[in-house]
């Protein structure tokens, strides 16, 4: 993803539709805008986007195990 020229002002953007991969699944949490906003940057500092930030700590926090449903 390219780095926006304004932090701030993306920090502060609502976020765009993504592209939905057909071999995944939309989940929707609703967080307060100052922690919206501290994901933001932590993905930002990160240089990834917060859907990969967080795809990747779902995944740490719940590994696959064997008989997971997929």
Do not use: Y
Request: aromatic share 6%; net charge positive; proline share 10%.
């Amino acid at each position: 993803a390219a780095r926006p020229a304004d932090p701030e002002r993306w920090v502060r953007a609502p976020d765009k539709p993504s592209t939905i991969n057909r071999f995944t699944a939309r989940l929707t949490i609703d967080v307060t805008p100052a922690l919206r906003a501290r994901l933001k940057v932590a993905a930002f500092q990160r240089g990834i986007t917060v859907a990969d930030m967080l795809r990747a700590l779902l995944a740490r926090e719940f590994p696959d195990t064997a008989g997971d449903v997929p």
